[in-house]
């Protein structure tokens, strides 16, 4: 069995202030900013109307302004509030999209089998707190992998493109909780070149109650995997090997030997 560990959520890249986590370790779990907006998907959460968890308020409430896709322009007031949520992963639905954008990330998916687990973390932001940290946050097992650069037409292999339009459709309605199915609802297109890997999951898994820190600083302010979970998570070494795991600025994508039930007994 893999974990892959893979880094998602609101950041200061794309909106700010960094989500919450609260005394007790619960958080709030803010997706990032659909990048074009509501032209850009069927997805019906915006910033508005999705509440947070432990507060008596909305994400748009919480958040002073968002940057859908990066856009140095800053988005506040009613634009952000209607903006969609580019909801990925979907914890309630067990499913997670991405694209050839962040390669690295499709690299280790398409490396990946049934059964083995994806587990996701992000910055949060404890009050009175000096820096921000690395926490996991949720995660699952993986049932179906779907990579739309390498599907089957008949006997022959295909790309999403290779479809005819009632494939296409008949595909997209299967991940139709997916975020990447909803931007291409919404615009008839998918990613760059068909680069686009779909991770359908099944139980054990879903959102946290409590977040687990697993980062810790150096003298430059990087977050890197702590001493103690670069020995017991095993991360495939990768970058300077003089240092732990390296968790960002941005996120990286890692690949840990653990059990899923080790895991389970240190993060919950």
């Not at 302004?65 to 856009?71: A, E, F, Q, R, T």
């Not at 390669?103 to 910055?123: N, Q």
């Amino acid at each position: 069995m893999v974990i892959a560990l893979l880094g998602v959520g609101a950041d200061s890249t794309n909106s700010s202030p960094t989500p919450p986590l609260y005394s007790d370790n619960r958080f709030e779990y803010i997706p990032i900013p659909e990048s074009k907006g509501v032209g850009g998907t069927t997805e019906r959460r915006t910033f508005e109307n999705s509440r947070l968890r432990y507060q008596n308020a909305s994400m748009a409430d919480y958040l002073d302004y968002i940057k859908p896709g990066g856009n140095k322009a800053k988005l506040t007031g009613n634009r952000l509030a209607k903006w969609p949520l580019h909801y990925d992963p979907n914890f309630e639905s067990l499913t997670y999209g991405e694209t050839i954008s962040r390669g690295s990330y499709t690299k280790l998916i398409r490396s990946l089998s049934e059964d083995d687990v994806v587990a996701f973390y992000t910055g949060l932001s404890k009050k009175n707190m000096k820096y921000t940290h690395r926490y996991v946050i949720g995660y699952f097992k993986i049932n179906r992998i779907t990579d739309f650069q390498d599907l089957r037409q008949g006997i022959e292999r295909a790309t999403f493109s290779d479809l005819p339009a009632c494939k296409q459709n008949h595909l997209i309605e299967q991940h139709s909780k997916n975020a990447h199915a909803k931007r291409f609802r919404a615009s008839g297109a998918i990613a760059d070149n068909d680069g686009l890997v779909i991770v359908d999951g099944k139980e054990p898994g879903g959102l946290l109650d409590k977040a687990f820190r697993i980062s810790q600083h150096n003298r430059g302010g990087h977050h890197y995997l702590t001493d103690e979970l670069q020995e017991t998570f095993s991360p495939e070494r990768s970058g300077n090997p003089e240092r732990n795991s390296y968790l960002g600025g941005i996120k990286q994508a890692h690949k840990l030997d653990i059990s899923l039930n080790e895991f389970r007994g240190i993060i919950e």
